[in-house]
Every structure is written in structure tokens, then in C-alpha cells.
């Protein structure tokens, strides 16, 4: 056992960790090129272990093609410094005020080390776009789809009831919840493209809805990772009703809100349903009063810009107004939104929507380090001061 | 080592656990779920032709993780376009085209305004009636059925072949435009604005119309 804790608090666990670190991030970096900044860091930071390939583009790949260099991902390797720098402190350091600076420094780094885990998996993203003069209570996730069955029976509310798209796998059967209803996949495409059929006659496996109507087939596309593309995820799916099969229709995310919509009758209770980008609802709305945009003169690159917008709530109370630009986000009800891009002839604003529970953490941290710095500098910094007036 | 560091291995071993546990719990994945939502209209995504599919500029850093979809087969739709030709009327102002809008005018007056588009897509989009009802719903107007599309629309010829010209009259808004289907796919020339701007240019509307000229590369 003791050998174990000494193998854990060493400082040479350290020194190695920190050189593992480093490959991680080189090879990291050289995956962004094929593989965007998403994915790499799903697969380099956000893991446990990682194999990196050699890449196809490279000269000699067919020689090479073999290579591969595995290597701890960031959560061991976040783990391992995490334990390390705890266990020495519990086994090396022993608290004294001369030595409360390094402590501060320590637990600024634990800090930093835990709100990165936390991040990691707790942050949500997504986008909102909002059209001047007009309010929207929702965001969407361009990374992430969902089947959804809406009721709109009610005359007060809607009910959604969504099932993630990594239920749908092909053979298999997933009720939708809530409803006399469930879902049988025919085909899932991560990607794909959808065309019209020269004769619109071809629906592919359709029986029912918009492939039907408008005689679409489906081409499968290799998954994109790159930053301004997305994917077109698409399916057939036979929904099968109290009585048995109502049909297989065609769902995909590029069938949007542009298109009529599809809808399942079983009983006398109707849904529409539809396979859309996940989407994150709020207790309020965001209005875009106005957007701004600044260019430097005689060009197209933007200097400034600026959305104002009026937050209505459902609870009066916390309807107010903000401006929100670059480096200048809106902080409201755990959530924040910076200005993330604009659309539309300067009359649609985007907003980056950020749910990070541990946001304050990292400022905490680095507040925590600087404090123990000074410390540390400040006690040393006396001591030689006295030595001197010793001397003199 | 001391007594204290007797604890020291069940203290590592409670963190290890506690991290796994926590990594564990964090990637579970989401489950199926049901919720409620305030009403919602479905025209109010009458906005996304234009949104989607227009290519966002990069603004610098702050787009760099900015993915709006322009999607695939709009735009390529839009990329195979036929070759259009008009005579732009005096008075209206020409935007560039961009994404699946392939032409875009603005008509600015003392007393109102108004926005000329030219859209294109692929196939039918629903046929003329879900897009007639697609405009009504920008208007604020409620469902238009077939009978009173009869009404409402009459026949307009448009580089040769049929189209449907529509108009449309909501509470403070117009819309006059037409739908056209042409080749594999639909177009849609649609001017929406102030009442009093509409009524002026209504027959510029059509004379534009008239100086459309559309050449299907398909079938050449």
C-alpha cells in the first residue's frame, strides 16, 4: 500500500503526466485538421483513452497506414494529475503559514482541474436565432437531433414528446412516451442528402407523408464534422399505433418548418411529428429589438456588433432589457448568451446559448492562484527583508 | 509514515470512486421525455427559408463556432439555378443575391415600404395551396382553403409557362407574389409591405414579372 501512495504523490508522476499532456495536445492539434475542433475534443479531452492514426493526407500513408500511437485522453489523464496533487498534499505538505501560499496555489489548481470536469459534463450549448422584431423561447443544438411527436390538441399549450435520435437504432422498437404510440426504425442516416426523384415517383420505403407527396429519396452522405456544415440526419421510421402499423414515413432535419407538416392519426387523436435539432425551451422570450453592425470603412470585417433585446418572462418580475456584444454576454437564469454571429441582411442575430452550472469555478480558481502567489512572493519577499536589516 | 497516513489509500480510493460515479452519471445519456411548450404556430417559421439558408458571414473569433446549416439540398438547388433574367422597375433598390434567395429588391416611400424576394427550391414544397398558407400565416391571416384560393389567384404567365398569381390582404401588411414551378423545383417571386406601397406597386409587380426570363439548364 505504501508503495502505491508513493507512486501517487511522486513528483516524477507529475513531471510524466504533464509530457503525456503535451503529446495529447500535439496530436490533438494535428486531428483538428481532419477532424474539427468538436470531435477532437470529444475524442482526445473528453476520454479515456485515444489512438492516434496516421492521417491519410500525409506522404507515405500507404507504407504508414498501420501506425498508430495510443495515449491516455484528458479525463485519465485530468484523473490521474487530480489524484496526484491531492495525494502529495496529504502525504508531503503539511500546513504552515509559511507555506499557505503554495496551498492556495494547489487548491486553485484542484479548483481548476474539478470545473473542467464539471464543464465537461454539464455545460450545455446551443444556438437561438432571432429575427428583429420578432421573440423566440427556444434554442437549438446543431450537434444534436430529436424525433418529436407534437400534440396540438390543446387549445392552451402544446405537448412534445421527443425521443433522442440515438434511440434510433434500425430493427429496433421504442415507445414514444406518453402516447399510445411507438416507433419502429427502419433505416437511421447520420448524414445524408434528400432529392427529388426525376419522376417523383420513387419514395423509397415511404408509405405515408412528405417522401410520399413529394417523391423524395435518400442519398447516405458521410458524416461532416467541419465547423459549418451540418448533418443531415434522417430516418424511416414505422409508427405502429394501438391496432397495429399506421406506416413508414420519412423524418429528417433538413424536413423543417418550411415544409407542411407530417401528421399521425391514430384514433382520433393526431400528432405531428418530425425529426428536428434538439431543442432547449425557456420560461421566457428573448425579443430582438434591434442589431447593430459596425464594419471598418471600405470593408467587409465587422468591428462591432450589438443586439438589444427585451426579455419577457413569465414571471413579470423579471422582464427587463439588455444590450448584448462581443465580450459582453447576457447572464440570465444560469444561462448565458453571447453574441455569436449574424444572418439575414443584418436583421437575424444569433445568440451562442451557454447552460454552465461551473462557470465561476475557473475565475475562482485563477483568483485563488494569484492570491497564493502573492502570498508565497509576499512571505519570502519579508523574510529577506529582515534577513537584510540583520545584516545591516 | 504516521497513523494519519493509514487513511491516506481509502481517501485516494473514495476520490477515485467518487470521480468514476460522477463521470459515470454525466454520461448517461438522455432519455425520451415528454414536456409542454406555450402554443405555438407553426408559420411562425415562416423566417427560415431566408435564415437557413443564407451563408453566415465570419465575423472573426466569435463565429468561429457558429454552425448554422445551409442545407444541402436548398442549396444546391440554388448553386443549379437556372439562369434569371429581369429588368429591374425604377424605384426599386437590388440586394445581392444570397443562399436560396436569388434576387432581393426594397421599395422605400414617404409612407411605407415593401420587399420584393425570388426564392427558389426544390420540388413542390407542399404545392400552391401550403404556400399560399404559408404567406397568409406572415400576414397574420388565418388558413386559406382551396375554394377561396380559386378566389384569390388567378392564372399569370411567367417566361412561358403557368403560374399562380395570388394576392393577399392582411390587417396592416400585403402580399402580392406568385408561384411558379418550373423544372425540378418552385419558385416563389413574393413582394411583402405597407398597404399603401403595395396598392402603387402592384402592376410594377407584374411588369417585373413580365421581364422574367428563366432558362432550365436540365433541359438543356
Known amino acids: 500500500m505504501k508503495l502505491v501512495v508513493q507512486f501517487f504523490s511522486s513528483l516524477r508522476l507529475t513531471v510524466v503526466l504533464l509530457s503525456i499532456s503535451l503529446a495529447l495536445i500535439f496530436f490533438g492539434t494535428l486531428d483538428q485538421a481532419e477532424y474539427g475542433i468538436w470531435h477532437t475534443q470529444k475524442l482526445y479531452f473528453q476520454s479515456f483513452f485515444v489512438a492516434w492514426a496516421y492521417p491519410a493526407a500525409w506522404p507515405a500513408h500507404e507504407q504508414l497506414h498501420w501506425l498508430r500511437i495510443p495515449m491516455p485522453g484528458g479525463y485519465l489523464l485530468g484523473g490521474l494529475l487530480l489524484v496526484n496533487l491531492v ?45 428583429e422584431g420578432s421573440r423566440r423561447n427556444y434554442s437549438e443544438s446543431y450537434r444534436e437531433n430529436e424525433l418529436v411527436f407534437i400534440d396540438r390538441s390543446h387549445t392552451e399549450f402544446d405537448t412534445v414528446h421527443s425521443i433522442p435520435v440515438s434511440y434510433l437504432n434500425p430493427g429496433t422498437t421504442i415507445d414514444v412516451p406518453d402516447t399510445p404510440l411507438s416507433v419502429r426504425t427502419v433505416e437511421f442516416y447520420p448524414n445524408a442528402e434528400l432529392g427529388r426523384f ?145 444572418a439575414n441582411d443584418d436583421r437575424t442575430s444569433i445568440f451562442q446559448v451557454v447552460r454552465n452550472p461551473g462557470w465561476l469555478l475557473p475565475y475562482v480558481s485563477v483568483l485563488l492562484m494569484g492570491l497564493g502567489m502573492a502570498v508565497q512572493f509576499g512571505i519570502h519577499f519579508i523574510r529577506f527583508l529582515r534577513k537584510r536589516q540583520g545584516t545591516v | 509514515m504516521g497513523p494519519p497516513g493509514k487513511c491516506i489509500p481509502i481517501r485516494l480510493l473514495t476520490l477515485t470512486v467518487g470521480v468514476v460515479v460522477f463521470i459515470q452519471a454525466g454520461c448517461e445519456r438522455a432519455e425520451p421525455r415528454t414536456y409542454r411548450i406555450p402554443k405555438e404556430e407553426r408559420a411562425a417559421g415562416n423566417q427560415a427559408p431566408q435564415r437557413m439558408a443564407e451563408p453566415v458571414p465570419s465575423p472573426g473569433e466569435a463565429s468561429s463556432s457558429d454552425g448554422m446549416p445551409i442545407l444541402p439540398g436548398m442549396q444546391r438547388e440554388a448553386e443549379r439555378a437556372e439562369n434569371l433574367v429581369y429588368t429591374v422597375p425604377d424605384g426599386w433598390e437590388e440586394f ?48 386559406i382553403t382551396a375554394e377561396r384560393l380559386e378566389e384569390i389567384s388567378q392564372r399569370h404567365t411567367i417566361s412561358g409557362e403557368d403560374a399562380l398569381w395570388v394576392r393577399l390582404e392582411g390587417e396592416d401588411e400585403r402580399i402580392v407574389g406568385a408561384i411558379l414551378p418550373f423544372g425540378e423545383g418552385t419558385w416563389f417571386f413574393k413582394m411583402q409591405g405597407d398597404e399603401a406601397t403595395l396598392r402603387d406597386h402592384e402592376g410594377t409587380m407584374k411588369a417585373f414579372l413580365d421581364s422574367v426570363r428563366l432558362e432550365d439548364r436540365a433541359r438543356n
Open chain 2, 96 to 143: 445581392p443575391a444570397q443562399g436560396v434567395r436569388q434576387a432581393n429588391f426594397r421599395i422605400t416611400e414617404e409612407d411605407g415600404s415593401a420587399e420584393v424576394t425570388v426564392l427558389a427550391f426544390p420540388g413542390e414544397v407542399g404545392g400552391p395551396l401550403a404556400n399560399v398558407n404559408r404567406w397568409a400565416g406572415q400576414l397574420g391571416l388565418g388558413s
Open chain 1, 87 to 131: 495525494a502529495a498534499h496529504v502525504t508531503r505538505f503539511k500546513l504552515s503559514a509559511g507555506k499557505s501560499g503554495v496551498f492556495l496555489i494547489h487548491f486553485g489548481l484542484i479548483l481548476l482541474l474539478v470545473s473542467e470536469l464539471l464543464t465537461n459534463l454539464l455545460a450545455v450549448e446551443s444556438q437561438m436565432p432571432v429575427d
Open chain 1, 198 to 342: 426525376p419522376g417523383g415517383e420513387s419514395r423509397g420505403m415511404a408509405t405515408r407523408g412528405a417522401a410520399v407527396s413529394m417523391g423524395l429519396v435518400v442519398t447516405p452522405k458521410a458524416v461532416t464534422y467541419a465547423e459549418d456544415a451540418i448533418n443531415t440526419v434522417t430516418a424511416y421510421i414505422e409508427i405502429i399505433g394501438p391496432d397495429g402499423p399506421l406506416g413508414t414515413w420519412l423524418v429528417s432535419n433538413v424536413l423543417d418548418e418550411r415544409f407542411p407538416a407530417q401528421v399521425v392519426e391514430s384514433g382520433n387523436r393526431a400528432w405531428e411529428v418530425a425529426l428536428r435539432f434538439k431543442r432547449h425551451y425557456y420560461p421566457f422570450e428573448i425579443e430582438l429589438i434591434e442589431f447593430s453592425h459596425d464594419r471598418y470603412p471600405g470593408t467587409e470585417i465587422p468591428f462591432n456588433f450589438s443586439s438589444e433585446v427585451i426579455i419577457h418572462h413569465t414571471d413579470s418580475n423579471k422582464t427587463r432589457k439588455a444590450l448584448i456584444y462581443m465580450n459582453h454576454p447576457l447572464r440570465y437564469e444560469g444561462l448565458t448568451f453571447y453574441q455569436a454571429s449574424f
